[in-house]
């Protein structure tokens, strides 16, 4: 048997190698009717409904959750809060993974992926958003390469490009958080082109400055969540740089949060004033526009003032889920759920299955990808060569 | 246009644009291509024969249908169009004696959302009033679809590798070789009137005029979205015969905001950064100078108190010290007096013992 592996000693039979196994399997499997089928072979799209999770998760959920990138950066970098150093390169790790498997994402939805790169460099379409947003995000993407190749160069000692890389920090940084702003609002201003299709609760003229905003609580509770994990999961690769500033990083991280949380609140608030849309508030749609604002917004908001004044990092980390969730909530609203409500139910869409293998067969993916740099490469810990000279 | 050009400041970041030579118009506003074609629907004409359904069929090769044309049960249903269909007539039951009938096809913006939110251009407003479509560049991301408000851009979903946009392209090549579009040609009811846009304006208002109570004030197309090249008329309110109200705002000018900012934040977001940044470095600066002085300042400060309490300690000592030679000297000085005197007296005794002696 072939059991020896890399890894000497240890079976490759763990109960995450198994189950990533199975879903990687039943993705292949997918991967391979879409391909041969079309996209009406796999997912539940139709003529009135021509974006589904593949475009609602993966890529308006996947954009958000991955603005750890350019928040932490920018924190550490641009506004000079070294304590954050530690928490700079699991964020750029996972910023870039989720860019990377946003563009993998799409190569299951658009019709001839191969075609991506046309809108750049064959024909471009500059008044589309869908333009913006595809130009940013394939130079963000460059600049997210650019940022994390310090960590394998670090790796296999190669000390000298690894160096110019690093001199470039502060101009990467700022290129960086002009495309994410860009970018992450562009995702909002995509649906300002359909007025009479997205309900008037959440349509807005300021779709892009809410995108952007809440673009920056998504990228502030996902490092708080997935420092959580990866302390309880990849404990053995933190050093104690890392360690001690962890705490740090979390109650910084919570108290910046309440506060971007309060002003998306407020800028909701004013959004729903400045349409006069008040009235729909005593509706379905009104029910659950509320759900969204008082317990995905207004409580995390309260829950990280309480928790950053207490220094309470439990209920911190539990606040951090419930705003990703708060995030993943309103990115589907708006692409699924308050889009074509005009539509009668039986017109509406649900995914199919086949639809959902996909979205967690990316997602896995990028588990592994993650697991398998950070317990090799200098992630959570500073590279022996290269101690202490940011 | 000048917002069209707006992104093209992001040619800066290294992308080639290959300005579009055509300027379209003189102002901002885009009100449609001098002479450009449209047609005029009739409602209250339409008797529901399903005849520019297939005629649309023929001239566009399109696969025909399980269901013959004169089968007109399948009015029964709410139908849409799809890649096989470029146009379908619904039948409306709005509490009447007769249903009415409503065709639905592209209606074919003046401002298209479909063209103005396609990221490789493959959609184009055309001279005479078609929005056309193009295949070879289109990547097949529906954007098209979420953009127009009439829901008129289909897909072909179960094509794997292939797959193509479909729509009513006004039959742009028919109209170039001077022929009637497909639909118009079949209709025996005149329910459809082909002509420049100016002119089908001037007739739909001159129906509604010269027949009082027939129609609705109303002409659907010639506002919607910026106006369209294919106009309504009807006898009925139009969100009756599901036509929605979608707004008289164009869809450039719904995301001329957006993108305007575009420029904005290229332009000002580096500053504002780099400006941060800038202070932050230069409070460290002034931090790091200022813990350097202070630290300099204390050991200044420490030393000359040390140096004070030294000098202080060395008087105290060198006092002490002299005092206590003063004192040696005063002891010795003393002592040597003693033993003087003591050296006188014994002398004295000596000469008294000796006086004795010789006595």
Redesign the interface.
Known sequence: MSAETHTGSKSVMTPFNIVAGIIIAAGLVVTVLR???????V?N????N??GIWIGFDLLCGVALAAGGYTTS?AC????LKRYHSAVRPAILTAFLGYALVVFALHY?????W??P???F???????????V??CVF?YLTVLFLEFLPVPFEWLKKTKVRNILVKAT?ALT??G??LS??HQ??LG?????????LHPLWYS?Y??VFFFVSSIAAGLSMVIFEGTLSHKYLHRMMDQEYQRHHDVVVLGFARACSFVLFGYFMIKVIGVAYDNTWHYLATGYGTWFLIEMLVFVALPCFLYAVGARDKNTKLIKWTAVLTVLGIVFNRFNISLIAYNY?LPSSERYFPHIMEIIISVFIVTIGVVIFRFISTRMPIFYEHPLYKSDH | MQ??????L?GA???S??ASGKAKAAGKEFHGYPGSNAVLFDATRCIGCRECEAGCQKVNDLPMPEKPFDDLTVLDQKR????DNFTIVNKYDVGREKPVFRKFQCNHCLEP?C????????FKKEPNGSVTYDAS???????C???C?F?V????????????IRKCHMCYERQLEGKLPGCVQACPKEALTFGDRDTIIKIARERIRTNPGKYIDHIYGEHEMGGTSWLYVSGVQFDQIGM????T?S??E??A???A??PV??GL??VL??G??AV??R??KIAAQEREEAVKNAVAETQEKAQQKMSEALTKAEESAQRRIDNEVKKAVDEALKAKEEEAKGEGEDSKQDEGEGA
């Open positions: 391909f041969t089928g079309g996209l009406g072979a997912t799209l139709d003529d009135n021509p974006w920018a970098y641009i506004f000079g939805d658009v019709g001839r992926p075609r991506l046309y809108p750049i064959v024909q471009q379409g500059y008044t589309s958003l869908l333009f913006e595809g130009l130079l502060l700022i290129f958080v002009v702003t860009l609002s562009s201003a995509l649906y300002t082109i359909a007025p009479s299709k003229a779709l892009p005009h | 917002r069209r050009r707006f992104l093209g992001m970041a290294g992308v644009l290959a849409r169009t799809n890649s959302a063209a103005s939110a396609c990221f490789v251009r493959a560049v289109c990547v097949g991301c529906r954007y679809m979420i953009a408000p829901e851009p289909t897909y072909e979903y179960h094509e794997a590798l292939t797959p193509r929605r109200d979608v707004g705002t869809a450039p719904l995301t905001g957006a993108l900012a575009v934040v290229v977001w580096p950064l780099g941060i940044w932050n470095k409070k460290e």
